[in-house]
């Protein structure tokens, strides 16, 4: 039986109302759900439900094992089209920092299609992860073909830079790139290492690069959170100059 929506937007807004008024703080944790279900002298699962309100609004996020916290004020991200990764705005004090996870893969299911290549072709996966402090902001998986990717790239690494400057040396010239942009709810896997709830829609981007070839070079499959990304396209029409001699 689902709770009554009345009790779990009031509790809502009683607990947004103590955030924007400051009398909870960003980054200070919550009661438990135990002392706040007696608090408002509902169930547990309706508790729940209200936070699940709250955390698909981004105030607040779930760390398993810890608890709830107030979400420091969020960053939005513009995601430029045609341009690999994102544009933080404001340019900030804090850049946000990006994780790199490096893993030998083998092409299967979409990855098949988006890079045209056989079953089982070896891939490199970079599953890069960033983080606004020490909350997760958004993540990507960028996938190379094996013999385009550096053999000494360490397993774990701080920055994606590095990596890209080694993958530009070893790939001819991008002359194509094309992109899709989609909303839709994250997978659970998403969910959890990106600490959203799953009622909160992602932006899904995804980009395929080619050579002067035609050979896909390159795929990434980024996700960001719908409370904190824009994506921004620019077209230039092309114009005939004027004043040219005959």
């Known amino acids: 039986m689902q709770p009554m929506p009345s009790h779990r937007q009031a509790i809502a807004a009683d607990i947004r109302n103590q955030i924007s008024t400051g009398q909870i703080k960003a980054g200070e944790r919550l009661p438990s759900e135990a002392r706040l279900a007696s608090r408002y002298t509902v169930s547990t699962a309706t508790l729940r439900s209200a936070l699940a309100v709250l955390q698909g609004e981004g105030l607040v996020e779930k760390i398993h094992g810890k608890g709830n916290y107030v979400r420091y004020p969020l960053r939005r991200i513009t995601y430029v089209g045609g341009v690999r990764g994102t544009k933080a705005e404001p340019p900030a004090e804090s850049a946000l920092r990006i994780s790199v996870r490096t893993t030998n893969v083998q ?7 988006l890079l045209r290549v056989p079953a089982d072709t070896p891939l490199t996966e970079y599953f890069c992860l960033s983080h606004e402090g020490e909350s997760p902001h958004s993540l990507a998986r960028i996938y190379v073909p094996r013999d385009l990717s550096p053999t000494d790239v360490p397993d774990e690494s701080p920055c994606f830079k590095c990596i890209e400057a080694q993958l530009a040396v070893l790939r001819p010239p991008l002359t194509e790139v094309r992109e899709r942009v989609t909303t839709r709810p ?18 899904a981007i995804t980009r395929v690069a080619a050579d002067n ?5 390159e795929a990434g499959l980024s996700v960001l959170p719908g409370d904190r990304a824009d994506a921004f396209f620019t077209t230039r029409h092309m114009t005939e100059e004027k004043g040219k001699s005959e």
């Open 213 to 217: 070839t035609g050979r896909v070079v």
């Open 107 to 113: 092409a299967h299911g979409q990855l098949i299609d």
């Open 186 to 203: 994250p997978t659970p896997e998403e969910a959890a290492s990106l600490r959203i709830s799953s009622a909160l829609a992602v932006l």
